[in-house]
């Protein structure tokens, strides 16, 4: 079994400690950004549609259906604060796929990957202009993503019509770690995740929707209108909108499609003009290198490096707990391996370190669905790609709720359902051999092993 070029070249662990001594424990994203509170829900309230989640999907499911139809009446109800959990924790990558990467969608409905590559860059580019009529302040760049090789097996998958060979790679960013790369200029868009989240929130406002805060729902029923039940209060609706993301699903039948699976990233302090000239970047690109256990990373619009990926953590029994975020080897092996890729960086400190939980699914992307007789729909299982595609998945709830035939219904995406993870303990013992096989795999030349082949075999098909 071979080594990986992140053990092969490890910088000392005073390196490491040092540059970890003083983080702060919290998403550098929310951190940076003053919010708007909104109400908590008291008494009832009636609305044509309730949406359930204020996070991305649930953002967009509200702002699309008001701009369908402004007279709509529309209430969001949000557990937490808006925008507070993945929608404020991730890395700010807006990718137009919405299949998790062409392979995925490839593997899975070849007939329609072409359709579905065109309606994923409507979707971007219906973002982009979305966040530019409404003047939103989301520190967006249609920047694109480049994928990097940095082990030699790897550089036969980064050839076609974007290929950067060793000498144009690491022109494009210094890191003696690259040894060729794929760009794609016009597929991805670099957002200030919470910035994204706390505009979405302003424009529905602005709009006519209704958002309340700190507002848990515990409840959905009703076989016609429907009541959704919280906490303080109810909301009776004539159609529902479920947004929940990676938390408990209202509907029974999708308590087993996801689970939880902890991501973690670090933030540096903002680069000196000598440390960016030392790195490169002048391209501003989002970067991912191409391993099962692979590292995305970015600049902000202050020029700080966000490094985060490799450790997927699964808890038995798939609880969303805040003391998972807090796992020092995750934040040193993160630290270890972004001084591999920049050892130039060498007594840069990061400043924030944090962790969210992805809601993974067997097919490594979103899937939907109605229920109590078309009333009620549901988006989920974004598998950490849902920043661009939850305004899409925000359009397929809402034609569906209309009972609309319009190009993404037809979707066999949208009309098929991934495979549903077994219960515990099985849950635990699958995620966790699939982990340690990824993992053995990085480390064989990317080569698959037989329980891997089986699982691509029957549909669960995990790649990254």
Request: glycine share 10%; aromatic share 10%; charged share 25%.
């Amino acid at each position: 079994m071979g080594t990986t070029v992140f053990e092969r070249r490890q910088p000392s662990a005073s390196v490491i400690e040092r540059a970890l001594e003083n983080t702060v424990h919290a998403a550098f994203w929310l951190d940076d950004i003053e919010r708007t509170a909104y109400p908590t829900l008291s008494g009832e309230v009636r609305a044509d549609l309730a949406i359930v989640g204020g996070g991305y999907a649930g953002l967009w499911t509200a702002i699309r259906a008001k701009e369908r139809d402004p007279q709509r009446s529309v209430v969001l109800l949000e557990a937490n604060r808006v925008g507070w959990a993945a929608s404020g924790r991730n890395g700010g990558f807006c990718e137009a796929s919405l299949t998790h990467g062409e392979e995925n969608g490839r593997n899975r409905w070849p007939d329609e990957l072409d359709l579905l590559e065109r309606l994923g860059l409507e979707n971007l580019d219906g973002i982009q202009e979305t966040v530019q009529r409404y003047g939103m302040d989301v520190d967006w760049e249609r920047t694109g993503q480049m994928s990097v090789a940095v082990e030699p097996h790897q550089v036969p998958w980064m050839e076609g019509d974007d290929f950067l060979d060793q000498a144009a790679v690491q022109a494009e960013v210094a890191s003696p770690t690259y040894l060729a790369g794929s760009w794609d200029r016009e597929g991805c868009a670099m957002v200030h995740p919470a910035k994204l989240a706390f505009e979405l929130a302003r424009v529905a406002t602005e709009l006519g929707v209704q958002i309340f805060e700190r507002t848990r729902v515990t409840g959905l029923s009703g076989r016609g209108v429907q009541t959704v039940t919280a906490e303080t209060g109810s909301v009776v609706a004539d159609q529902v909108a479920l947004a929940t993301n990676v938390f408990p699903s209202l509907l029974k039948r999708n308590r087993l499609m996801t689970v939880p699976v902890y991501d973690y990233a670090l933030m540096t302090e903002p680069l000196s003009a000598e440390q960016y000239d030392a790195i490169g970047w002048k391209n501003r690109q989002g970067l991912a290198d191409s391993a099962n256990q692979f590292h995305y990373y970015r600049l902000s619009a202050d020029n700080r490096i966000l490094f985060g990926g490799y450790d997927a953590v699964y808890h038995f029994g798939g609880k969303v707990r805040e003391e998972y975020e807090e796992r020092p080897e995750s934040y040193r092996k993160l630290a270890s391996h972004f001084f591999t890729t920049f050892p130039q960086l060498e007594g840069l400190r990061f400043t924030h370190r944090w962790a969210g939980a992805i809601d993974s699914c067997s097919r490594f992307c979103a899937f939907f669905g109605t229920a109590r007789g078309g009333r009620v729909a549901y988006a989920t299982g974004f598998t950490g790609l849902g920043v661009g595609a939850t305004r899409f998945a925000a359009d397929v709830m809402l034609d569906e709720l209309a009972g609309l035939d319009t190009e993404r219904t037809r979707l066999e995406m949208v009309r098929t359902k991934p495979i549903p993870f077994p219960p515990e303990p099985a849950a635990s013992i699958g995620v966790n051999l699939v982990r340690a096989a990824m993992n053995q795999a990085d480390h064989n030349e990317g080569r698959r092993n037989l329980f891997l082949r089986s699982l691509d075999a029957v549909g669960m098909g995990f790649d990254s």
